[in-house]
C-alpha cells in the first residue's frame, strides 16, 4: 500500500493558481476559494432573481425539482410533487449559474453555497432526465466547445498531467472505495445481487472471453490501471501481457503486485503513452482508456492497433460513451477528467472504418456501470471519516457529487457503456454464438 504524498493532502498543501482544470486537491488548497461563504443575510431575492431562475429550469427541460432561495422563496417548473430540491445560498451564485449551470452548480456545491435535499443522485437525475429532452447546450454553443476541444490536442505531455490530475492523488484513497484488486472501471454484473468483487473478476473473464484468449497467447493492454486486468489474463489464461500506462503511481502499485504474484516473467507493466507501442500481439485489450485518447487522436489510436496487432487477431475497446456526439459537461472536464471525451458509436468508429476493421460485437453495458458506481458511492461514504483524515470538506464534496452525478448519468441514459470487439482482418475463427460468454464456468476456462 503506497502512502499518499504529502502534496496531496489538501491539509497540507500549499496555495496554487486557478487553472482552466483544477483537481479537488487544487481547489481545496487553495487559500482564497471560488466561492466566498454566503453571508448571514443576502438579502430578499428580486422578481428578476426568481424569473432568471424559471427560466434556467425551463431550460434545462422542466425537471422534476425545486430550487429554494436564499429568502426561502421556492421555484419550480415541475407538474408533479417533488421531493428533491437545491438550496442556493445566495445571488452570486445564482448568476454565476447563468454562464455555466454544469461548472458553477458543482463548484457551488463542492464549496457549500448550494446544498441539496432529497438525495444527491436523486437529484442529478431528475436534471439528467429534463435535460435529455432538450439541447441545453444550443446548437452554436456545443459546435464552439467541440471546436475547442479539437484545437486542445491531447498530446503525450497533456496526457501525463490530465492523468496525474485523476489518478496520482494516492493509492490509499482509492484503496478506501474500489474493490480489492482496484479495478477502477465498470464491473460486470452476472446476477445484479453479486458483490463489487465477484463482479470484477466477471468483467475480466468476460473480456478475456470475448478476444479468445489461449495459452500462449500475447496480449498488449493500453492503459491498464493499477494491473488487475493484465494480472487476471496471465494468472487465469495462461498469456503473455505487455501493460502500457503513465501513471506510475499505479505502476508502481501494479508491478509490486505482479512480483508478489510471480507473475514479472508474463507481465511487463510499461510507462509509457500507448502512441509508443511497438511489437506484434495476439489481442489488443483497452479497457477504460479510450475517455482520455482525445477525439482527434482516435485514426491515430486506429493506426496502432493495426501496427500492432496480428492478422485475424481479435481486440476489444471498452469505454464510457454516449447516443450521440456531444461533449461532456465543462465541470467534469475541468474538474474530474480534463482532456475527456465518451464517443457516441459513430465517433467510435473512427478507430475501425479508416484500418478496415471487421467489428465483431457491440455490447452496451450501461446499467452494470449504474451497480458499480452506486457500490463505489456507498464504500466512499461507509469510509468518509478516513477521507476526512486525508483531504478537506471541499475534496469530499466534490468526490461525492462526482460518484453521485455519475450513478444518475447511467441510471437515465446519459452516459453509456460500451464494449466493442473488432479484428484486424477477415477473422473466420470466432465463435458462431456468444453462448461461451454466459456459460457458468470457472475462472480462466475459455471456449471460442
Known amino acids: 500500500m503506497n ?16 487553472s482552466d482544470s483544477e483537481s479537488p486537491v487544487e481547489l481545496a488548497s487553495q487559500q482564497t476559494p471560488l466561492f466566498q461563504p454566503p453571508s448571514p443575510t443576502s438579502g430578499d431575492s428580486s422578481k428578476l432573481d426568481r424569473w432568471l431562475m424559471r427560466t434556467m429550469l425551463e431550460k434545462a427541460g422542466n425537471p422534476e425539482v425545486e430550487v429554494v432561495l436564499w429568502d426561502g422563496s421556492v421555484i419550480t417548473t415541475a407538474t408533479t410533487p417533488v421531493s428533491v430540491r ?24 463542492s464549496q457549500g453555497t448550494i446544498e441539496v435535499e432529497g438525495g444527491l443522485v436523486e437529484f442529478n437525475e431528475a436534471i439528467d432526465q429534463g435535460t435529455h429532452k432538450i439541447d441545453t447546450q444550443g446548437f452554436y454553443r456545443d459546435r464552439f466547445r467541440r471546436c475547442l476541444g ?33 479495478a477502477y472501471t465498470c464491473a460486470y454484473f452476472p446476477d445484479p445481487d453479486d458483490t463489487l468483487e465477484a463482479a470484477q473478476i466477471a468483467k475480466m473473464d468476460h473480456v478475456c472471453r470475448k478476444v479468445g484468449l489461449k495459452p500462449g497467447d500475447s496480449v498488449v493492454e493500453a492503459g491498464c490501471g493499477w494491473g488487475a486486468l493484465a494480472i487476471h489474463m496471465a494468472k487465469h489464461y495462461g498469456v503473455n501481457v505487455r501493460a502500457f500506462n503513465i501513471s506510475r503511481e499505479q505502476l508502481a502499485y501494479a508491478r509490486e503486485r505482479a512480483r508478489r504474484e510471480g507473475l514479472e516473467k508474463q507481465v511487463e507493466f510499461v510507462e509509457d503513452d500507448w502512441r509508443n507501442i511497438t511489437g506484434s500481439y495476439d489481442s489488443f485489450v483497452s479497457v477504460g482508456m479510450l475517455e482520455h485518447v482525445g477525439l482527434k487522436n482516435y485514426e491515430e489510436l486506429g493506426r496502432v492497433i493495426a501496427r500492432c496487432q496480428r492478422p485475424h487477431g481479435r481486440g476489444l475497446i471498452h469505454s464510457i460513451g454516449c447516443n450521440s456526439p456531444r461533449v461532456l459537461d465543462s465541470w467534469t472536464t475541468k474538474r474530474i477528467f480534463p482532456g ?20 465483431l460485437d457491440v455490447e452496451n453495458i450501461r446499467l452494470h456501470y449504474a451497480r458499480t458506481l452506486e457500490h463505489w458511492l456507498e464504500r466512499y461514504e461507509q ?20 460518484l453521485s452525478a455519475s450513478v444518475a448519468a447511467f441510471r437515465s441514459g446519459s452516459l453509456q457503456l460500451f464494449q466493442v470487439v473488432f479484428t484486424n482482418g477477415a477473422n473466420n475463427e470466432i465463435p458462431w454464438t456468444r453462448a461461451g460468454l454466459y456459460q457458468d464456468r470457472e475462472s480462466g476456462s475459455v471456449e471460442g
Open 383 to 402: 469510509n468518509i471519516d478516513q477521507v476526512r483524515d486525508m483531504f478537506d470538506e471541499t475534496f469530499i464534496r466534490t468526490w461525492r457529487l462526482y
Open 340 to 359: 475527456a471525451h465518451v464517443p457516441s458509436m459513430s465517433e467510435f468508429m473512427r478507430i475501425f472504418e479508416p484500418q478496415k476493421f471487421s467489428v
Open 3 to 18: 502512502p499518499i504524498n504529502s502534496e496531496y493532502k489538501t491539509k497540507q498543501a500549499s496555495s496554487s493558481e486557478s
Open 150 to 182: 479539437w484545437l486542445k490536442r491531447n498530446t503525450i505531455d497533456a496526457a501525463r498531467h490530465n492523468i496525474h490530475h485523476h489518478y496520482d492523488i494516492g493509492n490509499d484513497f482509492y484503496q478506501l472505495w474500489l474493490d480489492k484488486q482496484l
Open 86 to 109: 437545491a438550496h442556493i445560498r445566495n445571488r452570486s451564485t445564482l448568476y454565476k449559474l447563468l454562464f455555466d449551470p454544469s461548472l458553477y452548480f458543482g463548484d457551488g456545491y
